[in-house]
Every structure is written in C-alpha cells, then in structure tokens.
C-alpha cells in the first residue's frame, strides 16, 4: 500500500514560496492563513538553510489524539484530514503538531478562533469528490485525479517533493549519491519515526 | 490546446461502479443547488479580509475543461504553464512537466499566475483626469483626444515631441509594432526596459563578440564544470534557473558567487566573495592578474579568436593583489581562489545580471568579464560561456525588434541603409518615411550635425531630463511634451522627485498598462492625464522571447477582461488616429481593427535577417510548443518526433527562411558544429584589420566549412569572389545583387553561405579591445557617488558630455562634490522573488501580496548600531539629491558593513506620504510602499545611458 | 474496505446499538473520527490511485 509523505530537500530549497502560492492558487486560500510556509535558518548569514513547511501527515497524528471532538481521520495512503463541520477551532492541534501546521483564521472581530485549516496534501476533506462543497471548505482534491500536492509539483527546484513515501525516497537516495553528501531529510524522522 | 475533463485518478481502468456512485452524488448534490459554503469560507477569513471574501471559485467537475499551453509573464526563465479554462474562466493552473525549460517548475510569481485571470485592481477602462478626478471614458474618446492633442503637440514642436515607453513585457508583436509605430509617426523617441536592465550588456557583448545576447542558456549550465555567478541574485530573480544551476552542482560543478550582499543565491555556493559595490573591473582584472601570471589563459583560443588581449594584459598587470584589495576590499587568497576554480574547471560559466550592468561604467564591467572568458576559452563552448540572465518576460525580444531608441528591429542601424532595408520590409516609400521626421539638423555630440532620423532618440533612463533640461541644450528641436508609458513602470527609475516635477510640466501624460502604476499617482496633475487598459499576456497570443533567446509561442489563456486591449490592437488604433494605418499595416492581416499575431510575426520573418529572426515561423513555433516532451534538458535538441534534431522553439539566430530548416542555435559562436547545425564563430562586424593586425579569425572556424580560416561577412561580391554565386536561384540572383547577407530578402545569400559550411557573417576574432568605446580597455572608475573619495583622484569618472542621446550627460561635475561623510553607506538596490519591476502588477495579487508587506532596508548591526536603529524600526533613507524614504529597518548580515540594500519594486508612497487616494477607485494596490529610486541618484553608463542604481550613497536615520 | 478508524467506529456504532438496547447508556469512545464518511479514504480509492501517484511521482519529481 503506497504511503503518502512529503520531503524537502535544503539543499535544493531556495526560499522562493513558489509552493506557498501555489497552495494558494489551487485552494484559494484566503489572506492570513497558510497552509504552508518556507522557514529560514541562519537568515543572511552562512549556513542559510530553507525548509518548506506544512502538515507532514504524520503516522500517528499528534493532532488527532489531542482533539476533543475526533475531528481528524487518516486515508488509507496515510493522508491526515479533518472535518471542519466538527472542529470547534480549540487549538489543541496546533500545540500538538511538531510542524505548526494548524491555522486557525479569526472569525470575529474579537479574535474567536474559527474552524482550523490545514494542509489537506491536496485530497480535499469529506465531502464528494469534486463537489463545490468540497472546493469551498478543503480545496481541490488532487490526489483523487491521480495528481500530487501541487506545492511540490510546482517547487522551483524539485526541492519539495511529494508522493508515494518509497517512490519520492528513491528520487531523493539518487540525489544524495550523486551529491556525495549527508542527507538532510528534515522533519522526517519526527513525523514517520525511525523507519524511514 | 486540449480539452479534459476531472477525472478520477486510473479512471480509464477503475471499477464503474466507485466512479458511477460518485458521478450520482455530484449530480444529486447539483440538483439540491446547496450552498454549504458560504458559512465556512467567512469563517475562514480574517476580519480585515470580510469585506473583500468572494466564494471559492466554481469548478464543473462534468464539464469540459480547456487545457491552454502558455508561458509565465514573469520573468526570462520563459517558464510553461497550464492553463484551465471553463466557460472562458480561467479556474486552475496545472504544472508544465513537459516544458525541457521548467519541467513544471515555478517560482512564488509564476505559481500564482491565475489570479491575472481574475484580478479587479486593475484600470478597468479609459479613464481621463478631469479637475483633478478620474473619469471613465470610452476607447473611442480616449484615441480621439489623446490623438487631438498628440497631433497639435506635433505641429508645434515637432515629432520628437512625444516621447515613449514601449514595454518588454509586450510580446514580439506587439513591441515590434511599438517601435513601427514610433517609426511612421516619424521618431526615435521610444524606448523601453532593456534600457535599464542589461543596455550595457548588450552593447559590451555584440562589441565584443558579435551578438547582444545570452551565449548559452539555462539549461546548458547543467554541462558547466564551474558556474561564476556576479552580480546575479538567481534565487531571487530567475528562481527556476536555480533547479539546473543546483543540479549541477549536484553533479559537481563548482558554484562561485561574488556580490556586495550575502544573497540567497550566495547560501547556495561553495564560495563566497564579498567585495565592494562598484568595484567589479577591479575584482576581474584581479583575477586575470592571477590567471596570466600562472599562465592559465588558453593560448592557442587566444591566438587565433581574440584580437586585443595583449593590450588588455597591460593593464591587468596594474591590478596587484594589493591594488585590488585597496580598492574592492577582497583580499589575495579569495581573488586567486576563484581564478584557480575557473583555470582548472572548464568549460565553466560566467553569470552576471543587474549587479554588473546598472552602473556608469556598466560598459566596462560587461567587457571585463568578456576578458575574463576569452581568456579562459570559455566562450563558444557547451558548459561555458556569458550566461547572461535578462530580467523580464520578454526583455530578450523587445531588444531584438522591439521599441529600441537607437536602432531598428534586427538591430539595423538607423543610417540611411538600415531605414533603407525596413522601408522595403515594409512596403513603404523611404522619401515618404524620412519626410515624417524633423528635418533639421542637429549637434550629434562629435563635433557634428544629424538628422533626427539618424540619432538615437532619447532614452527611458533619461526622459525626465528631455522634460525638464533647457531646450537650447537638447539635440531636437523641442522639449519633450507628451509621454506615453506604454508597459513601463516609472519607479524603476532614478531620480523619482525630478520625474514628479517633470510629469508635471508635460503638456500630456498617457498611462497604458493593466495597472494604473506609479505613473497614475506620482504626480498631482488635474487634467490632460489618460489611463488606457492594456491586456495582459494571458489574453493575447504571441512570441516571447526567452534569456536563452528561444522564441516560446504564449497561447492565449482567456478574453480581455473588462475593456483592456492588446498591444498591437492599440497600436493599431493610434496609427489609423495619426492616419497612417494603411502603410503601417499594409501587409499585415488586420480583422476587426485587430492585427494578428501570426502575420505579425511573419513580417519580422521577412525582415529580420541580421539576428536570424527568420525562420520562426508561428507554424514552427507552435509545433515545438505541442511537442516540449521531445526536447532534451541538457541540449534542448529533440530526440524524434516530429521537429527531430530542431532545439527547442528555435533560439535565434534561426537562419534563413522558415523553409530553410535551421534548428536553431542553442550556443553561440561554437565551432564544434556545422552551421547548419546551430555552430557558429565570432562575427566580423568591425571590418577586416585594425591598426595593420588581423581581425579576422586564424585558423579556427567552424565545423564543415569550405573556408578554412577566418572570413569576412558574406554579400554578393564574395560570393562572386569564390565562384558561388551561381549556386543561387536566378529569382535569388535578382534580389541579391549588390546586397549583403542581411538585406537580401531571398535569403539565397544566406543559404548558400551555409550549405558551403560557412557562417553568414563572416568569420572573426572577438575584440578584447574596443576601439570605439570611451574606454577601449575596460576601465575602473570609482562611481559618481563614491564612498572612497580618496580613490577618485586615481580613478576619476569621465569629463561631461554636452549631447549625448541628445542630452547634456555629467559625470565629472558631479563627482566633483565629495558626499561621503555626510552620506556614509553604499545605497544599492535590487529584486525580491514574490515581486516583479516596479511591482505593480505583482502587488496587486493578494497571493504574492501577502508575502511581503513592507519596503524595508537591510542594514549591517554595525551600521544599525551607529545610527541608533533597531531591527523592525522606521527610518529615513535619504540620497545625497535630497530623495528621502520612510522604510523598516531589517537589522542583518546579508550585507556587510558600510552597505545597505533596498529592493525597487514599491511604489504608491512618496517621501513619507500615502498616495492612496491618487488611484482610480479600487484599483490600488494590495501593498504599497516607498519607491527606493525617490533615494537614488544621477548617473549614466558611457555606452548605453544605463541608469547607476547599483552603487549610490545614503543615510539612515531613525523616523 | 474502510480505513481503519472508520471501520473502528462502524464497531463502535454497533456495540453502541447493542448497549443501547439494554437501557439508557450513552457510550463516548476517544479518540475515534466522529466526522463525516470521506469516500477517497478508504483502502480501495488509494490502492485505485496508487499507480497514477506513482506515475506521477516520477514525471513531476525526477530530474530529467
Ligand atoms: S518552491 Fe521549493 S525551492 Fe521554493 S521555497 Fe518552496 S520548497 Fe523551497
Ligand atoms: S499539499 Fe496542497 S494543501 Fe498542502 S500545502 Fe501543498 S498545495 Fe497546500
Ligand atoms: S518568474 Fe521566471 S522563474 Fe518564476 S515562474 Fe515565471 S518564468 Fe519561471
């Protein structure tokens, strides 16, 4: 059974946000919330390093079992979704996602926090298939129509990769041997554990 | 183009039963007409976004979709993309994996494209400043009046009157009738960005070489053992050529970066060198100082292609690792390091973008490090040569054939042959063209007279001056009246307070463009003040012209929205005003007052020999975009189908007739190829000899050639000369005679040049040494605003100019002042990824937006320390012209003591004040900020009036 | 086939029924999706798509 993660490579990762505002564009998400975002390390100096960020989709979602409406369920390839019919936009997930990847847009002027967003790895959320409720609440499903993250089919250098966990640790094995050098698969032993 | 629909992934093999149940529910759900929505979006929105929330777009999943091929409007990548187009809408964007250029790829601003399909911040239609108010207008009453006043500006003070911008982010069609236009109406005075971005490149490399343009391309770097990046923020400016600069790399290429600033480019590299704005002659010179002392130069490219590097040696010989260090601030061991990299890697690369053209001497820069690559053989090499970036979409193509002050499409001089060859081209009486241009004589800065026909015009860095400078000191007949900026944003420009103060002398200003841009809002003008709607990429089909010089057919993705209008629909409507559509158009198709883009194109086919716009044909072109999966990454040579051996969509020069069949030229000047094989030589444009040395090539010359040794360019009497002029067709015979290659419209010149296996123009050495530059040697001067004065009076800047494009030009006066104490810090400027040029468009799209709301400055802690700022605080940047700017500090390393950057793409504020509500309603920006050029200051290239945006001074004080 | 969490819950929901015949007890299980059924979760739509992804892997993220 394919298992879907992401990878980004920072050695190819050149701060471009061309995968943030490809998330954009394909969902439509609005201003303030961002459902992936390229963090910097050692901004301007030697050793800057990029990494692309959103839900990694983790095995065993922290964000899952610290909500107290069960709000979040995971496909069969290993895609962490939610139901925003359900969320109560508590908050909890964000304090337990390794990654930050929960937003919670504000939904009054007085800061009440609305329904949670997250990454949906472009698979939409539960409603059908394609159907404008669908779009409206979760974006595109992509993965549906054979197709991956658009974040990472967009990214500039192939930094950002998406997939099938084997085939996408294949491509990225490939590179690190031609480059000769230590791989630098960030955040993924924190979010598949050790067998990578 | 082609039609899908949503499918379910596998659909083709997966069980009915899955899909059909899921087909049902979407019809059910269809049926019941729900809006579940609408509640959830609002929730999702911040408050300051409520009143802006518009639903999620629609998507018909059982409706056809309409996949339309086209290319991002971006930058010169020249990245593909997919368009999705329902019912005329566009609803999304797909990756281009076929695309041998991106292979998908994008940055922030080719990733957010779409929103171009739908953005309102636009000028919805004409409009016309009324008492100080836009008014809307129609089309019909805006070319009416614009036209009225035009033509009685023209009857008083002549054509040179009106002055304008055309615009690199036109297609080739659409600049090229920018720049007929200016023609029939009888004027030089149009220029565009090109000016502004790489006009010294231009000029130092077809000097040097033969052609103005990138030798290699991106993805030929993939071959580069060794890639010198100088004055180049790829990361930033050209992200997706990052994906092959890092692969090679990964393949073990050495990646050398050398720049004042620390950039996101420099994280990448293996080495760094910091050294001092201004300063990059000194910085080659050091390292060709290394290179000849080791002996590392290829001697026997040197001997037989370069002509002019012994003189070039004495010089160098001046820049001791210690005169080097004085002046650049890089020190011996970095110097020789990188000269080392490059002796023992080749072929290597050499990279250079804004950061060596923008500059007095940007001539000089460009030309040394020309020196540097001919000295190293790198030029005419796969994995070598001058990878010089371009800056916007189709900056390459406006060049070419585009609204050039100082020649005409193909580069054609604008000497009576040149107009002589475009008057036939164009079907056109030359008397009746020449007529319509100022018939005075004037001074042509040599101690001469020329006709305004023949003199370069004024150029798009100095237009202000054409406003406001002393008529008896301009070299026309009048004062500049009327301007048009026709796709061009002003802010790019330096000296934004004297621009306001000449916007606001003109007789007539007219804005056309999809965005108001800074040129609606800058000034406080109350009537006489047009914005026309210009449609954007997406909605017209053309050519664009690549940094790798392949010519990518941009399909048209959707209708004009609103009332906006091609380019080559408004330059049509003002011919037909000025009452000369008939002859400008005459052998162009026009359909509805429309003139299209294929026949438009055809006509630079006919035309355009000298560069080998030739044989891009639509058909050609539009083949190769069906076919982008044939093409190889490294080569960009399809691998069979049906355009086999062809590169892909035919870099110019493309020789010959589209019949001929050229493939195209992938590098430049590589004898390793037949000519009929994109290979090629240096060219022999300077003549035979100079001062009694050979200029001609020695024993080198392309593969195949039936002339073993260097040539001279081809014109009937050569080919009478070596008995094979009968190989030409009796129809080519009566076009040739007494032409030259590039004015024999049969092209039979041409063709049989290359079937004997010899390159058209000839066969020469590159001229290290160019003789009719003011610095024949390239040259260090300190810049205008220096702040090492104590080195001016050993590199002083050149003695004023009295008309040079027409213009009274200062260098020495103003250096004269000594500024550094008052202003201590470099001032030096340059790009962020999410924005575009003067950013209007780019900031207009919440996508990119959003990404970066502020005008900020990056300044060193020291420098911050010292003038009692801290990071995130507002400050006064002010130039030593009196320019001052209200930004955030960012406090970093990325530059080092003594420099401080600002990126150029803000506008929409002026010296602390808000131009809000100087826009058209609902058509401002999402993000507005200071324009860093109201901070920058005089300064022109010796060559090309390059505008110096790159090394000025400034300080910064806490607002 | 349904995920396993949605399988879970469907045992839920039925020992639910059971216990719920027996008197007036409401049974809370933690930690198991309450939401609505997602259709493309479930083993059949990924081992479905599962190819397609593979494919597309390949053409989107090799350097070619
Ligand atoms: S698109 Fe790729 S290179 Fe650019 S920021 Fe995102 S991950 Fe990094
Ligand atoms: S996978 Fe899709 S939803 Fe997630 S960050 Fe990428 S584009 Fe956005
Ligand atoms: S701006 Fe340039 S690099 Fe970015 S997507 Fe467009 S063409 Fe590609």
Redo the contacts between chains.
């Keep these: ?2 298992r ?1 993660k992401f990878l980004c490579d920072a050695e190819r990762c050149i701060e471009c946000q061309a995968c943030v505002t490809a998330c954009k564009n394909e969902h439509e998400v609005p201003w303030g919330v961002n459902r992936r975002r390229v963090i910097v390390m050692n901004d301007g100096r030697p050793g800057e390093k990029s990494i692309s960020v959103a839900c990694m989709h983790c095995t065993d979602a922290p964000c ?2 610290v909500c107290p ?9 290993g ?1 962490v ?3 925003k ?2 969320c109560i936009g508590c908050g909890y997930c964000f304090y337990a996602c390794p990654f930050g990847a929960p937003q919670y847009p504000q939904q009054t002027a007085f800061g009440v926090r609305g329904k949670m967003d997250k990454c949906t790895f472009c ?7 394609h159907s404008q409720e669908e779009l409206t609440k979760y974006g595109t ?1 992509r ?2 129509e ?3 993250p658009l974040c ?2 967009m990214c500039a250098t ?1 930094a950002l ?4 966990g084997n ?2 640790a294949d ?1 990225y094995r490939k ?1 690190v041997m031609t480059r000769g050098g230590r791989p630098q698969t960030w955040g993924w032993q924190a979010a598949y554990g050790d067998d990578i | 183009m082609k039609l899908t629909k949503k499918k ?3 659909a083709g093999a ?2 009915p039963g ?1 899909l059909g ?2 087909l049902t ?1 979407r019809a059910f759900l269809q049926g019941s007409g729900l809006a579940v929505g609408g509640a959830a979006v609002a929730g999702m929105l911040p408050t300051s976004m409520m009143k802006k929330a518009k639903a999620a777009r629609r998507i018909d999943p059982d409706q056809e979709i309409r996949e339309v091929l086209t290319v991002c409007g971006h930058c010169s990548v020249g990245c593909s993309t997919i368009a999705e187009v329902q019912n005329g809408i566009w609803v999304g964007q797909e ?1 281009a ?1 076929d695309s ?1 250029i991106n ?2 790829a994008h940055c922030a601003k080719g990733a957010a494209l779409r929103n171009h399909g739908h953005s309102t911040r636009r000028v919805k239609y004409p409009m016309k400043k009324v008492g100080g108010r836009w008014e809307r207008i129609s089309w019909e009453q805006a070319i009416d009046e614009i036209g009225d006043k035009i033509l009685h500006i023209r009857d008083e003070s002549g054509p040179d009157s009106l002055w304008f911008a055309g615009s690199s982010k036109a297609n080739n069609e659409g600049a090229y009738l920018q720049r007929k236009l200016a023609a029939f109406w009888g004027s030089n005075n149009c220029d565009h960005q090109a000016r502004i971005c790489h006009s010294t490149t231009v000029a130092g490399v077809a000097n040097t070489w033969g052609y103005g343009a990138q030798t290699n391309s991106y993805n030929d770097i993939l071959k580069s053992k060794c890639i010198v990046m100088c004055g180049s923020n790829a990361a930033e400016a050209h992200p997706v050529a990052m994906q092959m600069i890092l ?1 090679a790399k990964e393949n073990g290429s050495h990646m050398v970066v050398m720049d004042p600033r620390f950039t996101r480019t420099a994280a990448h590299a293996d080495t760094y060198v910091r050294f001092r704005s201004g300063t990059d002659v000194a910085l080659i010179f050091g390292m060709l100082y290394h290179i000849f002392e080791n002996e590392w130069e290829d001697k026997e490219y040197l001997e037989q292609r370069v002509f002019g590097m012994d003189r070039v040696r004495e010089e160098v010989k001046k820049w001791t690792p210690d005169e080097v260090e004085r002046v650049t601030g890089a020190s011996e061991e970095a110097v020789y390091e990188v000269a080392r990299i490059m002796a023992e890697n080749r072929p290597g690369t050499f990279v250079w973008c804004m950061g060596g053209t923008q500059h007095t001497i940007g001539n000089n820069y460009v030309r040394a490090y020309n020196c540097l690559q001919l000295a190293l053989g790198n030029i005419g090499v796969e994995g070598g040569g001058a990878n010089i970036f371009r800056g916007h979409d189709n900056v390459q193509g406006a060049t070419d054939v585009g609204p050039n002050p100082d020649n005409l499409p193909g580069y054609y001089p604008l000497s009576e042959g040149g107009w002589q060859h475009w008057a036939r081209v164009w079907d056109v009486d030359y008397e009746w063209l020449a007529e319509r241009f100022d018939q005075e004589e004037y001074d042509d800065g040599q101690n001469g007279k020329i006709k305004p026909m023949n003199s370069g015009g004024i150029t798009v860095s100095r237009w202000i001056d054409g406003v406001l400078e002393d008529k008896e000191n301009i070299a026309q007949r009048d004062n500049i009246r009327a301007v048009m900026m026709w796709g061009h944003a002003p802010n790019s420009q330096t000296r934004l307070p004297e621009m306001k103060e000449a916007m606001e002398k003109l007789d007539l200003l007219v804005v056309i463009d999809p965005y108001p841009t800074v040129s609606a809002v800058l000034h406080e003008r109350t009537d006489d003040t047009y914005l026309l709607p210009a449609a954007t990429q997406f909605e017209q089909a053309g050519s664009v012209t690549a940094s790798n010089r392949s010519l990518q057919w941009r399909f048209q993705v959707i209708e004009p929205l609103y009332e906006h209008k091609p380019d080559k629909d408004i330059a049509y409507l003002f011919a037909e005003k000025f009452g000369f559509a008939d002859e400008m158009f005459k052998n162009i198709e026009v359909v509805n007052k429309q003139p299209t883009s294929e026949s438009i194109l055809r006509e630079i086919n006919r035309g355009t020999w000298s560069i080998g716009y030739t044989g891009q044909s639509p058909e050609r072109l539009k083949e190769h975009m069906e076919n982008q999966r044939t093409f190889n ?1 490294a080569s960009l040579k399809a691998e069979g189908g049906p355009v086999d051996g062809e590169i892909y969509c035919l870099p110019w020069p493309t020789y010959g007739t589209p019949e001929f069949k050229h493939p195209g030229t992938h590098v430049l000047y590589d004898t390793s190829k037949h000519v009929l094989d994109g290979g090629g030589n240096f060219r022999a444009n300077f003549g035979t000899e100079y001062e009694g040395e050979n200029l001609l090539a020695e024993g080198s010359y392309s593969k195949g050639a039936e002339i073993q040794d260097g040539y001279p360019e081809f014109d009937s009497e050569l080919l009478k000369q070596l008995g094979w002029w009968d190989d030409l067709t009796e129809e080519e015979k009566a076009e040739a005679d007494g032409k030259s290659w590039t004015t024999d419209l049969s092209g039979g010149i041409i063709r049989v040049a290359m079937e004997r296996g010899c390159h058209p123009f000839g066969n020469a050495k590159a001229r290290a040494y160019v003789w009719n530059f003011p610095d024949p040697i390239p040259l260090h001067r300190e810049p205008l605003y220096t702040p090492r004065y104590d080195l001016v009076e050993d590199y002083p800047t050149y003695e004023d100019r009295k008309v040079f494009y027409r213009l009274p030009t200062r260098y020495a006066s103003v250096q004269a002042t000594d500024y550094s104490d008052d202003f201590p810090l470099i001032h030096t400027s340059g790009r962020l990824v999410e924005y575009e040029g003067g950013g209007e468009e780019t900031r207009s799209n919440p996508w990119l937006a959003e990404l970066k709301q502020d005008m900020f400055v990056e300044i060193n802690p020291a420098d911050a320390n010292d003038a009692d700022v801290r990071n995130g605080q507002m400050v006064w940047l002010e130039g030593p012209e009196g320019g001052r700017i209200r930004i955030k500090a960012l406090v970093t390393e990325r530059v080092g003591r003594g420099t401080v950057f600002t990126p150029f793409h803000f506008g929409g504020r002026f010296q602390g004040e808000d131009l809000l509500e100087r826009y058209p309603e609902g058509a401002s920006p999402y993000v507005r900020g200071e324009s860093n050029n109201t901070a920058t200051t005089y300064g022109y290239d010796s060559v090309t009036m390059m505008q110096e945006t790159k090394t000025t001074l400034c300080r910064v004080t806490p607002a | ?1 349904m ?4 399988a879970l819950s469907a045992i839920a929901a039925l020992s639910l029924g059971l216990l719920a015949g027996c008197g007036d007890v409401t049974l809370y299980e ?35």
Excluded: W
């Excluded at chain 3, 995920?3 to 949605?6: D, G, H, R, Y």
């Design positions: 059974m394919a879907m899952a079992a409406v069960d709000c979040f369920y995971t496909t069969a390839d895609i979704l939610h139901d019919d359900l698979a939409g959320g539960p409603e059908p298939v499903n993965v549906e054979g197709k991956l990472a089919e192939k990769i998406a997939g099938d085939v996408i491509i590179r | 379910a992934a596998g997966a069980a899955l149940k899921a529910r990756p994996l041998p292979l998908g692969r990454v | 086939m995920p396993k969490k949605i933690p930690g198991v999706y309450k939401g609505s059924g997602d259709e493309t979760a479930s083993e059949e739509a990924a081992e479905r798509r599962a190819d397609a992804l593979r494919d597309r892997a390949q053409a989107a993220h090799t350097d070619r």
